[in-house]
Every structure is written in structure tokens, then in C-alpha cells.
């Protein structure tokens, strides 16, 4: 929890609040593991990570952690366990020790590292400006819990060594580095004293620039900016700036506790996704915004960051709950049947080649609104993919959807079907709610522009994935759109992609994106 404008003014542009850390009274041998492995669900080379914002588990949480602990994150947890890694702030230091520093005592027990794992979390920043709340070892009875509890941390220690080193984690091939600083006023380690990683613009440029040079993919932690304001403060969004600059993939901020845009950007060498702030993930405050916040997720391969995507997380009586993942807002594509924010640059593949003249066995009344070629069945073997409307028939959906326009003012109905280069239909729609006027043919998919009944404007695009006897589909999405394909994720088949829904410029200066 970020502490006021002073305080994040004076360590973040003064001096950053070097030599604040404490001694610690015992000596403690700190096994920080600098390089470990986890599996990657992906193709390989490339994997998932999910970020949150701040967890924590103390004041009134401690109670429902107590009486009914599985409940906690079991509307978070499928979310978190489907990504190869996932992140969280954990904003309560773990240790039984009494609360000596500042207003607030947000500690918790140590037993809620289990909890943290069993909800899937891999790894805790904890470069905050609580971590040291209950004295001089707060941070070191923190990082004991979570290291029992099998998870990994960044951003605090028992020395300044310790709280400046970067974590990297091999996942599937992809070597991910993060590294951690607290802007908000936390007590910084020295040389010979516990604390947290305090932000000092140079130290933390050399930091980032060497980790560039020994990973994949980069993510700095950011805890700081003025609490509950509905936009970044001006310090925040500098800072979060400069990170993005000095060579981080994912900037992942957190501490204001309400939810910022993510933005994009992009460079001649490699883009960067900027979260200032992903507000609460699980807290017990009321203020206006702090009882939602967001998980940002990104598709990343041996090159940086490939795609995106930001959904909601609400918090109701302690407990946490991802609500779903957001329209993205520019450009799209379908992963998996899921829609993503394209991140890196990328060019749409050359459209599939057919003859025009191919009998495909339509009679003379049909009229053909769109054609397309393409292995859209999976069978190595180029398919023909036509929208076209035809007389109207009764179907029993038109008496069960009365609201629906069936016809256009020719009394045509709209249709799509997927026919062999010989002109054997595959498979045809009986009804469409929803006429299509453009198409792309993609590996396994397409790509479509949907219109109305009397009116060839696209007004929606989604995306259809075959699935050996027909499509099942992705949310429509609203707004004008060119159906494309590309290969987005690298596994070298080709993902259906909207192109320019909005006109959200691509440029090295940050843009919202959701």
C-alpha cells in the first residue's frame, strides 16, 4: 500500500531512501536461488504469465483466512493455474512478530504462504513499503514462509544484495528475469541491513540494462504512485517510462490500489507492456475503485512479449474472484479462442490462392457475398469458404428468435459453408443470426466481418476455429474491422486477426490498450 505523495516524492526523486533499512538482530544465512524452472503449457518456446496487483492477507482478510480458507482465491485460482507463471504484491509481510511501523498493520500469518501456493501463485514482489512493519527481520520471516511454501520472491532481503537480485526462471526455454523496487517510502536494505529494494534511478538502470543481457524476457515490479488517483501520477508515469526504455518487457505496477490502462510500446528494437498500476487483487478497503482490479496476462517467447490481455478482478467480503478477461481495444486476435491485444509488430500472411471458377455446386438463386481459400479443415488440402444468401426458408429458430431480421429486403437469407477445391460442401450453416460479409481464411480458423441484412457495412468481426465437425466460436466483437490472418503466437499456423477496430496508435509513446 503506497504511502503519500511526500513520501514517494522524496524516494523517488531524492535519494531513494538509502540507508533506511535496520539492522537485524541474529545472523541469517539467505539462500536466494538465482535461476529455477518451470514447465510451460504452451508450444514450446513460448509461455503465459499472469500478473496481479497488491494480496493481502491481514486486518479483516485474517478472519476469512482462518474460518474458511479455501474460499479466498477459489474464484482466482483457475485463472492463476492456467498460466505457466503467476504474480502477485503481497502487501502483508508473513511473520508473527508484533506491528511496529506506520498506520497501518496489515500483517498476516505465516501459514498464508500455503495458501498463496495452493492458489497458484509462483512468485511475490515484495519491494513495498510494508515490508518491514513488524521490525528489523519482517522481511526475512516473510521470505522464510514463502520459500517453505515452495515460492519464489524478488524485491527484499536481508541485505541490499539480497533485495536487488533479480529472479530468472526457465520456462519451457524462455528465460524470464524479474527484478523488483519499491517506490513508496519502504525502509531500503544496506549492505548489512534488512529492507527492500528502494528505487534509485541509476542503481535500478544498471540493474535492468544487465538483466536485458542475460534473459529472454524482462519484467520490472513497480510499487509506488499516489494512492486512489484515477489517473498515474506524474512521478509513476516517469518512472514507468524510463523502465520501459532501459530495456523491460513487462513494466508491472502496482501500490495505488485502483486499476490504470496498460499500455503499448513499441520500438525499433522490441516492445514493452506498461502496467502502472493493477490495483487490488485481494484487500479489505471501500474506497471507490479499490474492491476491483485487473490481471494482466502476456504471451511471450525468446523475443520479448508477442500478446496481451487484461481481465477484471473483484473482491467481495475477503474473498477474490476473476471475473473475465476484456474486449481488447485496437487490433485482435484469436488464441485458442480467446481474444488478444497483438503486441509486437507483425504482418498479415498472403491470402490463400484458389480458382474462381471452381464449381461449388450453388444453385443459380444463391448469390456469393464473399469468398476465401485456405486449409481451414486441417486436412493439408486448400478449401473453398463462400458467405452467401439464398430464398428463405423456415427454420425453427425464426419462430423461436421473432426479434431477429431473417431476410434481407430480397427475401434472401444469409449463409456460409465450407467447400472442398473439387466443389464438395464440407459442412454449411443452416441459419445465421448474424449475415457475414467479409472472410480470411487461416490455419484451422477464420477470420469474418459480419454486416446486416441490408447493409454491406461491417459492424462486428469474430473469429470461427474448426473443430473436425464444425466451428465453435469466439466473442463477437463489435466496431469496424479487416478480417486477416497472421501467425501471432509464433507456432507457425496462422490466428485470425481484426485489424483496426479503433484507431489506436502504434507509436514509442505509451497508448491505452485497455
Do not use: K
Request: hydrophobic letters at 45%; proline letters at 6%.
Amino acid at each position: 500500500m503506497a504511502s503519500s505523495m511526500w513520501a514517494l516524492v522524496g524516494c523517488a526523486l531524492v535519494a531513494g531512501c538509502a540507508g533506511s533499512g535496520v539492522a537485524v538482530p541474529e545472523r541469517h544465512e539467505r539462500r536466494v536461488p538465482v535461476v529455477t524452472s518451470a514447465s510451460a503449457a504452451q508450444v514450446d518456446d513460448t509461455a503465459r504469465l499472469v500478473f496481479v496487483g497488491d494480496v493481502m492477507l491481514g486486518r479483516s482478510v485474517a478472519a476469512v483466512v482462518a474460518g474458511d480458507p479455501s474460499s479466498v482465491f477459489e474464484g482466482l485460482r483457475p485463472m492463476l493455474v492456467g498460466a505457466d507463471l503467476a504474480f502477485g504484491n503481497l502487501e502483508s509481510p508473513l511473520t508473527q512478530r508484533t506491528h511496529e511501523r506506520g498506520e497501518f498493520a496489515l500483517e498476516a500469518d505465516p501459514a498464508g504462504a500455503a495458501l498463496l501456493a495452493g492458489a497458484g501463485f509462483d512468485l511475490l514482489d515484495l519491494a513495498n513499503n510494508h515490508a518491514m512493519d513488524a521490525g528489523p527481520a519482517t522481511a526475512l520471516d516473510t521470505t522464510d514462509a514463502l520459500e517453505a511454501a515452495g515460492l519464489s520472491w524478488v524485491g527484499a532481503g536481508g541485505n541490499s544484495s539480497e533485495a536487488a537480485a533479480a529472479r530468472v526462471i526457465d520456462v519451457g526455454g524462455v528465460r524470464v528475469g524479474v527484478i523488483a523496487f519499491d517506490l513508496a517510502g519502504g525502509q531500503a536494505a544496506t549492505s548489512d541491513t534488512a529492507g527492500v529494494n528502494a528505487w534509485e534511478p541509476e542503481s535500478a538502470r544498471g540493474a535492468i540494462t544487465r538483466l536485458r543481457e542475460s534473459v529472454d524476457v524482462v519484467v520490472v515490479g513497480l510499487h509506488g504512485g499516489v494512492e486512489y488517483l484515477p489517473r498515474p501520477d506524474p512521478v509513476l508515469d516517469h518512472v514507468v517510462g524510463l523502465v520501459a526504455e532501459w530495456g523491460a518487457d513487462v513494466v508491472w505496477g502496482h501500490g495505488a490500489h485502483v486499476r490504470y490502462p496498460v499500455g503499448i510500446r513499441t520500438s525499433s528494437t522490441r516492445s514493452a507492456v506498461m502496467a502502472p498500476g493493477l490495483g487490488n487483487a485481494l484487500f479489505d478497503q471501500s474506497l471507490p475503485g479499490t474492491q476491483e482490479g485487473a490481471a494482466l496476462e502476456v504471451l511471450v517467447d525468446r523475443e520479448g512479449v508477442l500478446a496481451m490481455r487484461t481481465g477484471t478482478v473483484a473482491i467481495d467480503s475477503g474473498r477474490s474472484s476473476f471475473e473475465g478477461w476484456d474486449e481488447p481495444i485496437g487490433d485482435a486476435v484469436a488464441l485458442g479462442g480467446d481474444w488478444w491485444t497483438p503486441v509486437r509488430p507483425w504482418s498479415p500472411m498472403t491470402a490463400g490462392a484458389g480458382p474462381d471458377d471452381v464449381d461449388l455446386s450453388i444453385p443459380p438463386e444463391h448469390v456469393e457475398v464473399a469468398r476465401a481459400y485456405g486449409d481451414v479443415t486441417g486436412t493439408g488440402e486448400i478449401d473453398v469458404v463462400v458467405a452467401y444468401r439464398r430464398p428463405l426458408r423456415s427454420e425453427p429458430a425464426h419462430d423461436l428468435f421473432p426479434e431477429v431480421t431473417w431476410s434481407d429486403e430480397y427475401g434472401r437469407s444469409a449463409h456460409i459453408a465450407v467447400f472442398t477445391n473439387s466443389g464438395r460442401m464440407r459442412w454449411g450453416s443452416a441459419v445465421m443470426f448474424e449475415p457475414i460479409g467479409r472472410v480470411a481464411v487461416c490455419d484451422g480458423a477464420i477470420a469474418v466481418g459480419f454486416t446486416t441484412m441490408n447493409d454491406p457495412a461491417i459492424v462486428a468481426a469474430g473469429a470461427w476455429l474448426w473443430d473436425g465437425f464444425g466451428f465453435r466460436t469466439a466473442a463477437v466483437l463489435p466496431g469496424s474491422a479487416s478480417a486477416t490472418c497472421a501467425d501471432i503466437d509464433h507456432d507457425g499456423r496462422s490466428d485470425p486477426v481484426l485489424v483496426g477496430r479503433w484507431p489506436v496508435a502504434n507509436s514509442s509513446d505509451q497508448e491505452e490498450s485497455s
